[in-house]
């Protein structure tokens, strides 16, 4: 009877922990990483041809970190509005003045404190679109914009 309960306690103990919420333990918890179609502001561009659009198809898990690469701009003065929303037009993620010639790296909040992040963690299940505005034409080199969204 003894061998019976300790098998039986082991049994219970072993289904308890398979439920247990591990986030907190990182490494069990692989990153992954999409990005988007680079987006491109043509030299001279006004009006609309400074916003562009971008989608990523099929994305699952929780936005924890966005990489956005601005390329150089000859005129000097743009800056860069980003958006990233999901499908039903929720911005995920939406933040404008962003210099070019620099890579910005924003860092989600993370979830045992209220702050030190540049934005909320963001649960994904579908389609993401990414917008980018130009402030002015790029001048005389085309603009370019990398996103690269980091997910577990």
């Known amino acids: 009877m003894k061998k019976y309960i ?20 990182d490494g069990r918890f692989p990153v992954a990483s999409s990005a988007f179609t680079q987006l491109v502001v043509a030299s001279g561009a006004t009006g609309v041809g400074l916003t562009q659009t971008a989608t990523l198809s099929n994305i699952n898990g929780v936005i924890e970190q966005i990489e956005i690469e601005i390329s150089e701009f000859s005129n000097g003065s743009e800056t860069v509005t980003v958006t990233i929303a999901s499908d ?17 790296l924003k860092q989600a ?44």
């Open 109 to 152: 909040v993370s979830y045992t404190a209220a702050d030190g992040g540049d934005f909320n963690p963001a649960m994904i299940d579908g389609n993401l679109t990414l917008t980018a505005v130009l402030t002015d034409n790029p001048g005389a080199n085309t603009g370019k914009i990398d996103v690269t969204i980091f997910y577990r």
């Open 6 to 25: 300790i098998g039986f306690m082991v049994c219970v103990i072993l289904v308890l922990s398979l439920g247990a919420d591990r986030r907190h333990l």
């Open 88 to 104: 039903q037009d929720a911005a995920l993620y939406n933040e404008a003045g962003l210099d070019d010639a620099l890579t910005h």
